[in-house]
Structures are given as structure tokens and as C-alpha cells.
């Protein structure tokens, strides 16, 4: 499975676009790259996946490069609740399933 | 629709116990795995089950640790002489997406297992 490189924290205001990038430089063909939103003392839960170019639902948007090596996600107008640990993580369809989480980065909004 | 059950939500032993760990997944998920994680690490997979096979074990188990899933329906997790190393949250996710799924990385977390070894 593809190692994942994310900043460890970042901080942002209420109101403000975050965008969290992600680097995977050895992602292979069948990989695709899912994030994870988690809370203290909650376990993880699922945001978005993608493969490539743009994806957009509800909650957030993920942006992935034509080469695939990195992809980022972007969070708009985050507010307080939004406060949490996000995880980059790369998922390849022709394993178990199983995820491979790393330290995620850490995501401070202040008011 | 419940989401994933774990019980308990805390328990704390002493080094040499046993404890147990029981996961409800939900309802027809036919995929769950079994997740630890310490204070400022993310998740450490431990194992997975597709129905009642268990099919992925991490070499990182040691053998004081087992799991099992009767039925394909709930599982335990099982930690026998408890360490203080062993402290954690143990998680439990579940799924029935298949792995071609445009969101087959999509797995259901429970709240978790909190587990204090004195």
C-alpha cells in the first residue's frame, strides 16, 4: 500500500477555505484515495474518495492531480465543529480493504 | 439505522487479566475489521473478517490476542494476560461495500473499546 505524507497540524478560522494536501508518490494504477474525518474519543468516519481530477459532495471537495502523487482536500468555510484529525489515506481495490491510517494532520479552527 | 456497537465503551484491568471486547457491525455488512489506536496515532489495523472467515491477521498481534466472528454476525476480540502496552482504543468498522464500490473505502467505525491496563 502507497505511504502517505500529510503536515501534521494546521490551523484556520471560522469562515476560511482550508485545503489540506496530501503526498502519495508511489500510488499504483488500481489505487484510490479516500480521507477520514475523526473526533475525540469517536472512531474515524468517512469523507470523500476519488480516483482522479475533482470530486465534490456535501462536505468537502477532493482535488487530484493527473499524475495521482498527491491530492488535496479542501474544507470550505470550516467553523469550530470542524476541528478534528483528517486522514490521507490510499485504498487499493484489489486488497482486503483494509485502510492504512497515518498520523493525519490535525486541524485547529479558531473563532 | 444503528451504526456499529461496541461494548464495553471503558474498561480498565489489571496487567495479567483477560478482557474481551464485543463488536455488533451493522446489519448484513459481511466485511469487519478490528482497529487499535494509541494517544496521537491513527487507527493500527489488526484483523479482518469477511463473514465468519477470518482472512487477514496483523503481524503486529501477538498471540495473546484472538478474534473471532461466529455466524459472520458480531465478533470479540479477545486479549488474554493484558500488558500495559495493550492500552488503547480498540475500534471496530464494518462494511458491505464491494471493493469496486465508487466509495469501497467507505468502513463504518464504532465509537470504540477503551481499554486501561494498571
Known amino acids: 500500500l502507497a505511504k502517505t505524507t500529510q503536515p501534521i497540524s494546521m490551523d484556520s478560522y471560522e469562515g476560511q477555505e482550508v485545503n489540506i494536501t496530501c503526498s502519495h508518490n508511489?500510488?499504483?494504477?488500481?489505487?484510490?484515495i479516500t480521507w477520514y474525518q475523526q473526533f475525540p474519543s469517536q472512531g474515524p468516519r468517512f469523507i470523500i474518495q476519488?480516483?482522479?481530477t475533482k470530486v465534490t459532495n456535501e462536505v468537502a471537495s477532493l482535488f487530484i492531480p493527473a499524475d495521482r502523487k498527491s491530492s488535496t482536500l479542501s474544507l470550505p468555510r470550516v467553523s469550530l465543529s470542524d476541528t478534528a484529525v483528517y486522514y490521507c489515506?490510499?485504498?487499493?481495490?484489489?486488497?482486503?480493504?483494509?485502510?492504512?491510517f497515518g498520523q493525519g494532520t490535525t486541524l485547529q479552527v479558531k473563532p | 439505522d444503528t451504526g456499529v456497537s461496541q461494548d464495553p465503551r471503558h474498561k480498565i484491568t489489571k496487567r495479567g487479566q483477560n478482557v474481551t471486547f464485543r463488536c455488533d457491525p451493522i446489519?448484513?455488512?459481511?466485511?469487519l475489521y478490528w482497529y487499535r489506536q494509541t494517544l496521537g496515532q491513527g487507527p493500527e489495523f489488526l484483523t479482518y473478517?469477511?463473514?465468519?472467515?477470518?482472512?487477514?491477521k496483523s503481524r503486529l498481534l501477538s498471540d495473546r490476542f484472538s478474534a473471532e466472528r461466529p455466524k459472520g454476525s458480531f465478533s470479540t476480540l479477545e486479549i488474554q494476560r493484558t500488558e500495559q502496552g495493550d492500552s488503547a482504543m480498540y475500534l471496530c468498522?464494518?462494511?458491505?461495500?464491494?471493493?469496486?464500490?465508487?466509495?469501497?473505502?467507505?468502513?463504518?467505525f464504532g465509537e470504540g473499546s477503551r481499554l486501561t491496563v494498571l
Open positions: 489515506l490510499v485504498f487499493g481495490s484489489g486488497n482486503t480493504g483494509k485502510l492504512i
Open positions: 473478517f469477511q463473514n465468519e472467515a477470518q482472512l487477514e
Open positions: 508511489n500510488i499504483a494504477t488500481n489505487d484510490y
Open positions: 468498522a464494518s462494511t458491505n461495500r464491494g471493493l469496486a464500490d465508487t466509495r469501497a473505502g467507505e468502513l463504518f
Open positions: 476519488g480516483y482522479k
Open positions: 446489519s448484513e455488512h459481511n466485511r
